[in-house]
């Protein structure tokens, strides 16, 4: 088990010698947790820096590549444009999938996208249909039947 955010709140706990603390699980890959860390903390009272906000766009960039500029901007809390000039100076040919060089997007295939769906549900549980949607440009009834797929835990979002 490890904290993902409110690293500051166990060691007061544990100060205090409380032998709990109320915490919310995650259950997710490194990259998740990752993500899910830096959308908390550049949304809190002491939000991160602007050197750790655009590194944590280039390790996202590595590690999800297929995340859009937005999504990205919106975890790390940077502009669209940021991000897109991150992805563009990225030298892993990966990073830049799905991106055309004049800075547009290209349509990946329905599959891709709706394992893009399906990442961003793990990533964000309790995200809207609607605004997933958005991110990935699917119909809301088609996040909807991803997201049926994998409460049915056939993992699969085809």
Do not use: W, Y
Request: glycine share 8%; hydrophobic share 35%; aromatic share 2%.
């Amino acid at each position: 088990m490890t904290v993902i955010a409110g690293r500051h709140l166990v060691l007061a706990a544990r100060l205090r010698g409380d032998s709990s603390i109320r915490a919310q699980m995650f259950h997710g890959n490194n990259d998740e947790a990752f993500i899910l860390a830096v959308r908390s903390n550049s949304a809190h009272g002491k939000p991160l820096s602007l050197s750790e906000r655009l590194t944590a766009a280039s390790r996202i960039l590595e590690c999800r590549p297929s995340l859009s500029d937005r999504t990205i901007a919106s975890i790390c809390g940077l502009s669209p444009k940021t991000v897109a000039d991150r992805r563009r100076r990225t030298p892993n040919k990966v990073a830049r999938a799905g991106v055309r060089e004049a800075g547009g997007t290209r349509r990946l295939s329905s599959q891709v996208t709706r394992e893009k769906a399906a990442e961003l549900m793990r990533a964000f549980p309790g995200e809207s249909n609607r605004k997933i949607a958005r991110e990935v440009g699917l119909s809301e009834a088609t996040v909807r039947d991803v997201r049926r797929q994998m409460e049915r835990g056939s993992g699969d979002s085809k």
